[in-house]
């Protein structure tokens, strides 16, 4: 386990330039853009989870909201393999570790710097290149959900003209909101800095699993 902790790590510092060209052939086929489906709807002000206040102390850039940009991306052909590559490759270069293990605390949102990270790490990193790669902060919105094993999970939620998409650690393809299986608790808001409830789940205190 601690070589491939150690060999995780040494791919930490090439991530960032080995993903921004995140326009090269995926894996996968993806390769035609998703039939139209319907944005999830959100229903009020809810609060984010305290490790989401630690990180936006550390680094309020991160959390802040221009409501000048759009709200939604149009999505084209090109946009569309962006996401779909950006998602593959993240994925593919961070280990997923618990935030235990990691940090030693139980739930933590930082940048996986180290080739290390559970969910919402892995989703952050995905959000800053694509934010790199020109996209817009507003529309791309950290979400949590209640998973398959009925715990809390961290995903990004891209909000498009045609419907809302998950990137996920968990799965290579970026698929709408409704394929996923999760249940939606909650995400970052489009009109402030408060988050939005997305159901009526109990809201997970912590979203550390890997």
Not at 39 to 66: H, V, Y
Not at 78 to 83: F, P, R, Y
Not at 91 to 99: G, R, S, Y
Not at 111 to 138: S, V
């Amino acid at each position: 386990m601690r070589r491939r902790l150690l060999a995780a790590a040494a791919t930490g510092a090439a991530l960032l330039s080995g993903v921004a060209a995140a326009n090269t052939a995926h894996a996968f086929p993806q390769l035609n853009l998703p039939v139209m489906s319907a944005a999830i709807l959100s229903s009020g002000q809810a609060g984010p989870t305290p490790a989401w206040i630690n990180f936006c102390k550390q680094m309020p850039g991160e959390c802040a909201l221009d409501s000048s940009e759009p709200a939604v991306i149009g999505l084209n052909h090109e946009t569309w393999k962006l996401l779909v590559d950006v998602n593959e490759r993240v994925n593919a270069k961070i280990l997923p570790v618990t935030d235990q293990d990691h940090w030693g605390v139980a739930d933590r949102w930082d940048y996986p710097n180290d080739g290390m990270g559970d969910c919402e790490d892995i989703q952050i990193l995905k959000r800053r290149i694509l934010i790199e790669a020109g996209l817009p902060r507003r529309a791309l919105r950290m979400t949590v959900v209640i998973d398959e094993l009925g715990a809390g999970h961290a995903v990004l939620m891209v909000r498009t003209d045609r419907g809302d998409y998950i990137l996920d650690n968990k799965r290579a393809a970026v698929l709408s909101w409704q394929e996923t299986g999760y249940r939606y608790v909650k995400r970052e808001g489009s009109e402030s800095t408060a988050w939005v409830w997305l159901g009526n789940q109990a809201a997970p205190i912590v979203t550390a699993t890997k």
